[in-house]
């Protein structure tokens, strides 16, 4: 069954360092994988995606990700935290079903506090 | 544009009654999809709809019901409502034009913050 496995529950940064946060999915196919982040008491915000190609990708905010086949895995970076970056962040993977597009699979999500 | 919009935003309801909630899409999309987020169990897929037909279905009760209007408008609705059904509904619409299936992103809305008493 199709999965998606965020490690760390709660990440606490200082303003300025570097963030890595870590996903992982179980999924037979070529995975579409997007990462979303979530501010308290709003919706899901879209960060990033990967469909195909450059596995290396760019996204708002000054994130990206990296695609590993190899690690099923597609962690998502920022080299410089800002405070505005505290929020809660959401690894999915979309699953094709028959030509539907709507399921997302989401895994439980990483808070991130950024310390002053 | 404007994004995607969904009414009302906070709701209170008692056990054993119904509820509805309403999507507007961006406007173009027809893929609406309906996902439930709760401390528990995180977000899950409720159901999709395209071109006022459900195209797909989470593993949800049939309590949980949608439709999808003509101009993409959708609506979703809980009957008999119980405690767990306390949660934030989001709402999401993607440009699937083609109709094929062909993978894009979905936008979400703010959610609907339902609690049942």
């Known amino acids: 069954a199709q999965s998606v496995t965020q490690p760390d529950i709660h990440i606490t940064v200082s303003e300025g360092a570097s963030l890595e946060l870590r996903c992982n999915y179980s999924?037979?196919?070529?995975?579409?994988l997007f990462w979303y982040v979530q501010s308290p008491g709003q919706g899901l915000q879209l960060l990033l995606k990967?469909?195909?190609?450059?596995?290396l990708v760019q996204g708002i905010k000054g994130f990206e990700a990296e695609f590993k086949r190899s690690q099923s895995s597609f962690n998502l970076r920022k080299p410089s935290v800002h405070w505005s970056d505290a929020a809660e962040y959401f690894c999915a993977v979309g699953v094709n079903y028959g030509g539907s597009q709507g399921n997302l699979i989401f895994g439980k999500g990483t808070k991130l506090s950024v310390k002053p | 544009k404007a994004g995607v919009t969904q009414t009302p935003r906070y709701l209170i309801k008692t056990r054993g009654q119904q509820v509805t909630l309403s999507c507007s899409p961006i406007?173009?999309?027809?893929?609406v999809s309906w996902y439930q987020q709760t401390p528990g169990q995180g977000l899950q897929f409720l159901f999709e709809y395209f071109s006022e037909t459900q195209r797909n279905k989470g593993n949800f009760p049939g309590r949980f019901s949608g439709r999808q209007f003509s101009n993409s408008r959708s609506e979703m609705n809980v009957s008999t409502l119980e405690l767990g059904d306390s949660a934030l509904y989001l709402c999401a619409s993607s440009g699937d034009l083609s109709g094929r299936g062909t993978y894009n992103e979905q936008f979400f809305g703010p959610g609907t913050r339902l609690t049942v008493l």
């Open positions: 406007s173009g999309h027809r893929s």
């Open positions: 990967y469909f195909s190609g450059d596995t």
């Open positions: 999924y037979g196919a070529t995975p579409y």
